[in-house]
Nanobody, 126 residues
Framework: QVQLVESGGGSVQAGGSLRLSCAAS???????MGWFRQALGKEREGVAT???????TYADSVKGRVTISRDNAGNTLYLQMNSLNTEDTAMYYC?????????????????????WGQGTQVTVSS
């Protein structure tokens, strides 16, 4: 089972940027990988996914501001977040999902979690 450890969260002002990283214990190319977040008192929300073929999907709330990627070795997953706003404040989790290539999307991510990390907090102030 893949082990995941997130890092890179922090406190930023609105309009700022953060790059989250997720170190995986094994190569992730064989997995549907993604990021989801959970704000205090709210449901989990899929933020971005990257499928085995490299195709990506994004939540409407972050589209155009966020980019998911992984390094060539497939051991590190990234989430580059720009133009952050207060609505982005949440705990962010890196995850591996039990989804095939075509279903590896933000719509299905949080309902098919296989493994996830301990999370990294992102706080955006106005």
């Amino acid at each position: 089972q893949v082990q995941l450890v997130e890092s890179g969260g922090g406190s930023v002002q609105a309009g700022g940027s953060l790059r989250l990283s997720c170190a995986a214990s094994t190569n992730t190319y064989g997995y549907c990988m993604g990021w989801f977040r959970q704000a205090l008192g709210k449901e989990r929300e899929g933020v971005a996914t990257i499928a085995t073929d490299g195709s990506t999907t994004y939540a409407d709330s972050v589209k155009g501001r966020v980019t998911i990627s992984r390094d060539n070795a497939g051991n590190t997953l990234y989430l580059q977040m720009n133009s952050l706003n207060t609505e982005d404040t949440a705990m962010y989790y890196c995850a591996a999902a039990s989804l095939g290539r075509t279903l590896c999307t933000v719509t299905y991510l949080v309902y098919n979690l296989r493994r996830w990390g301990q999370g990294t907090q992102v706080t955006v102030s106005s």
